[in-house]
Each structure stands twice: as C-alpha cells, then as structure tokens.
C-alpha cells in the first residue's frame, strides 16, 4: 500500500478501514470480529448498516423471493408439460383429468 496514514501523515498505511475505506497505520487500527476500522464511530455505524440490511455476505438473510419464484416456474412448466402430454397421440384419459391448462382452453361454445 503506498499511501499513509489519514492520521499520521510519516506512517505508512498498512489497511483501509472496512466502513469509509479511508488508509489506516498499525497504530490506528481497530479489529473486530467484523473487520478493520479506522474509529469506533466506522464500526458502530458498521454493524448499524450490516444489521439494517442482514449480512449478505453471511447468508443470513434474503433469497425467500427468489425460492418462491422459483417453486412457481416449476409449478406452471409442470402444468404446460401435463397439457401437451393429453393432448399428445395418443392421449391419455387420466391426463386429462388433471390437465389444467387444457380445462381453460378447450371450452368450445
């Protein structure tokens, strides 16, 4: 890293503080079991941030929306393959009895 210290302009920086990314030296330097940071100020507002919008990088949060999308694409490319199934040659009575889609479509006046 060449650049030096935000606070000590002779000390070469050593990390950037995880929360403002701003160059921090040894002696500046805060650990936590979240990351590096340059102030106690950077690391409550941190963990502020992470609880507000749930640690992605830690998975704890997110992904519901797509499951449930993903258990409808199933569903209706589960229903369209039935369809195509009863209707197919030669057609299978039993499919059409749980053909879905067929029942919304082949009503003929």
Not at 14 to 25: L, V, Y
Not at 58 to 65: N, P
Request: net charge positive; hydrophobic share 40%.
């Amino acid at each position: 890293m060449a650049k030096n210290c935000i606070n000590h302009a002779n000390a070469p920086a050593i990390t950037m503080c995880t929360q403002c990314h701003k160059p921090i030296c040894q002696s500046c330097t805060m650990v936590t079991p979240k990351g590096r940071f340059c102030s106690s100020e950077c690391s409550i507002l941190h963990k502020e941030i992470t609880t507000k919008l749930g640690d992605v990088r830690g998975g704890k949060k997110g992904g519901g929306a797509l499951k449930v999308i993903f258990v409808i694409l199933v569903i209706v490319a589960a229903a369209f393959l039935v369809h195509f199934a009863a209707h197919g040659k030669p057609a299978d009575h039993i499919l059409k009895k749980v053909d879905v889609i067929g029942r919304f479509i082949d009503k003929t006046p």
